[in-house]
């Protein structure tokens, strides 16, 4: 009877040691019991005149809103505000809306490039800026990058204007 009860207890012990923690856990993939919603991301720039003027502003005096800006990406050229949807939704589902114009809450002025996808890398990725009014064009560069740590996403956007690495949103002066 005491040999059946060490037996037993010895079957019971192996099975506790055999389905303790998984120490070959990968801490650099997401968990898979939990679903992620990765946020898009944008390349935002804001022009103002050298007295902090807002020039994406119609109303501004010497305002460049409506010249015709574009941008080049990818070999193909956009033209400002020409990919407008006005469909909304719950979902996040990344669209690329090319180079649009937002006002934002204190009333100023921005050119959104976007949506990329959060959950990718972009490595050097360049736009051309066309302002369309015989001033120099503008090259941003970005370079993005996503990956898994602690089975949290985690992502990095370096952005450069002509070179220089600056802030998003980027501020240009004309």
């Not at 019971?12 to 898979?32: A, G, K, V």
């Not at 898009?40 to 003027?53: H, R, S």
């Not at 503008?138 to 370079?143: A, E, N």
């Amino acid at each position: 009877m005491k040999t059946r009860y060490l037996l037993l207890g010895a079957i019971l012990l192996s099975l506790c040691c055999f389905t303790s923690c998984n120490d070959n856990e990968n801490l650099d993939e997401p968990d898979p019991d939990v679903i992620w919603d990765i946020y898009p991301f944008n390349i935002n720039i804001e022009v103002t005149d050298a007295e902090g003027n807002d020039l994406l502003n119609p109303e501004t005096e010497n305002s460049i809103a409506n010249q015709g800006i574009k941008m080049i990406y990818r070999n193909k050229t956009y033209k400002k505000d020409s990919l407008v949807t006005d469909e909304q939704t719950r979902d996040i589902l990344v669209r690329f809306y090319g180079l649009q114009t937002y006002q934002r809450k204190d009333g100023s002025y921005l050119l959104a490039i976007g949506e990329f996808y959060g959950n990718r890398d972009y490595d050097n990725e360049y736009i051309i800026l066309d302002w369309n009014d015989a001033t120099p064009k503008d090259t941003i560069t970005f370079s993005h990058k996503f990956w898994w740590e602690n089975q949290e996403p985690e992502s990095e956007t370096t952005v450069r204007l002509n070179g220089v690495e600056t802030d998003n949103p980027i501020h240009i002066i004309k």
